[in-house]
Each structure stands twice: as C-alpha cells, then as structure tokens.
C-alpha cells in the first residue's frame, strides 16, 4: 500500500540528537503504517556513531524506516536529494536530525493537502535552545489558501518571503509527484541550500495552503550550519543564487519573472549575503566586496531601475547602502569605510 507521506531526514554525525527526532516521526497521530522515514547518513566522521542509531531505527521497524548511507558528504541539500531519490509517499516532508516534527504534524498536512488540493502545505517553526524541551501544539491564526492561477498572482508569491511563506524548505509538505515531475533539486554540497529547492517549487506549484501551527520545532545548535564556522562556504550563499539563476533560465523561467527573480537576487543573493557576513563578524576584504558586486551587476546589470528595489530603497537605510556599494570604486580607504558602515547599520 502506498505510503501518504515521505520523511526525509539528512544526518550528519547526529547520534546524540537522532533518537528524539525519529521518536516524534514515530509517535505521528497519522500512524506509523501511512509514513515511511528515509534516514541518510552523509557520510559522518563519528566512528560510525549515526550510523549505528540508524541502523538499529531500521531493524526495529523495517516496514517504516529505511537507512540510507552516502560515501562522501554532500551536505544537507545533497542527502536530501539522494534521500527523495527513495520516497515514495503522496507527499514528502524533511526533517532536520537535531530538530523534531510535533506528533501532528503529518496528519494536519496530509489532511490540509488532501481538503484543499494543496500542492504545497506550509506551516511554522519554533525556534528553541534547550533539545530536551517540550512543545506541545500551538495555533498561531487564521490559515489560508493561495490560489496560483494568474501570472499575477505567482508574481505576488514569488516576491513574499515573510516568516509565513519563507524561502525555507523544513516547514512544508510536498506532493511528491510536483518534486519528481519537475526534477527539482538542491544545490548540492553547499550551505544556505534551501532557496536553490523552494524557488523552483514556488514556479511550478499551483495551490499553496498557508497552515497556521507551529509544528516544526527547531533546536538552535551552537554547532548547526549557520551559527558554526562557515570556513570555505563562507560565500556559498551568492553561489548558491547564481546557481538559482542559471537553473531557472534554463526552465526558460527567469525571462518570464525576470523583475521579481532580479529583486529576490538583489535581496537575498547579495545585499543577505554582506549582512550574514557582517553578522559573523567578518571583515570583507577588496577582493571579496568587488567579487560580490561583480557577481550582483553580471547578473542583473539594470538592476539599480528594478521597481520593487526602489520602492524598498527609499524606505531602508541597508538597502540604500547596498546600492551605494554597486556604484564604489574599492580601494584600501574606501574599503576599510565601508566596513565601518556595514558594522553601524547591520
């Protein structure tokens, strides 16, 4: 029998964590039998720790559980792929490994996606510090269906990136068949993966439901990808959205939404790119500032007359900044400035 729902969960050296989340996909009111848990070791360097968790998840419940083993690590983007390679659920959902579903999750998706012909149910995080805390269910308002019928109206979607319909992938179901279908992936092997997936989800999907529950819960790691040391992903971000525009222009997309595609690159591939770093801590050198300018005006070389990033430019100091540095000459002087400016207004 088909299973309703897919979990897909990327684990990398997550033994101490693992038990929890597999626990709660276990205990889901959807049942055990409507669900299968894809759980894909991306090659961990702890003694085959993870691994062990895993495997002894999967003997345990051999109808439910499937242990998945990567040879080399391909980040979080690149288990999830191999791990969708696997499913075969209605739907799909991930789940990070230090991070845990309620037990509702799965039957107020499936029963969201299934009322309301939904492609794509989305929800809400809770972000918390303590791994050994209890969340219990908790509704935040009104749920919503969005209908993407019109050139219009996908416009309008493409260009929300609020906290309740955001670029992230954790917080949503999936129809399985609309990610097949599509061939839509993850950029592989980098950090800050998740856009390089929703992007082309939000081109092709046709009606989203808005569920408004906190559901996911999320544990702030002190060693998780973005609060840990970037090292040599510290400007995966930008690649990770030229990727983006090189993959929608072969979908033939980007011509078609090519203002709005301009205004999220200008948002969240170049000036989210200088505010992460700066948030870090880093000082950018001339090299890496010029590397991203010239990556912004390649791009999108008219991008300064783009009507949605003037109308955000007369009302944010940050992004009027952020135009400023496009039109910079870099020098050792102007360099060391700027990095003054970004640290006031970041």
């Not at 993870?50 to 345990?60: G, H």
């Not at 702030?220 to 609060?227: F, G, I, K």
Request: charged share 30%; glycine share 4%.
């Amino acid at each position: 029998m088909k299973k309703k729902v897919s979990v897909v969960v990327p684990c990398y050296n997550a033994a101490r964590y693992l038990k929890k989340c597999t626990e709660y996909l276990l205990c889901q009111t959807i049942g055990i039998e409507n669900m299968e848990v894809i759980l894909v070791d991306d090659a961990s360097t702890d003694d085959g720790e993870t691994w062990k968790v895993i495997t002894e998840f999967e003997a345990r419940y051999p109808d439910s559980i499937l242990a998945v083993s990567l040879g080399q690590n391909m980040r979080q983007g690149g288990a999830r792929n191999v791990g969708v390679s696997y499913a075969s659920g209605e739907y799909l959902v991930f789940c990070d490994a230090d991070d845990w579903l309620l037990e509702e999750t799965l039957e107020h998706c499936y029963d969201a996606a299934e009322k309301y012909n939904a492609d794509v149910v989305e929800f809400l995080i809770k972000n918390i510090n303590d791994h050994e805390s209890f969340v219990g269910l908790e509704k935040a308002g009104e749920s919503y269906l969005i209908e993407l019928d019109t050139e219009k109206q996908r416009k309008g979607f493409l260009l929300d990136t609020s906290v309740q319909l955001s670029l992230g992938s954790q917080k949503k179901l999936y129809r399985l068949s609309l990610i097949q279908e599509n061939h839509i992936k993850f950029v592989e092997h980098r950090i800050f993966e998740e856009p390089s997936f929703m992007l082309p989800v939000r081109l092709y999907e046709k009606r989203h439901y808005f569920l408004n529950e906190y559901l996911y819960i999320c544990y702030l790691s002190l060693d998780s990808t973005v609060r840990g040391e970037w090292g040599e992903h510290k400007w995966d971000n930008p690649k990770v959205w030229m990727h983006i525009m090189e993959e929608l222009t072969e979908r033939h997309s980007l011509e078609k939404y090519y203002e709005e595609l301009e205004y999220l690159f200008f948002r969240h591939g170049f000036s989210l790119s200088v505010r992460m770093a700066v948030q870090k801590g880093y000082v950018l050198a001339k090299e890496e500032l010029e590397f991203l300018v010239n990556m912004m005006l390649r791009q999108f070389p008219d991008v300064r007359d783009n009507q949605y990033v003037r109308s955000d430019v007369s009302n944010r100091t940050w992004l009027r900044l952020m135009i400023t540095l496009l039109d910079l000459n870099f020098t050792e002087e102007s360099v060391q400035v700027v990095n003054e400016m970004l640290r006031k207004y970041v």
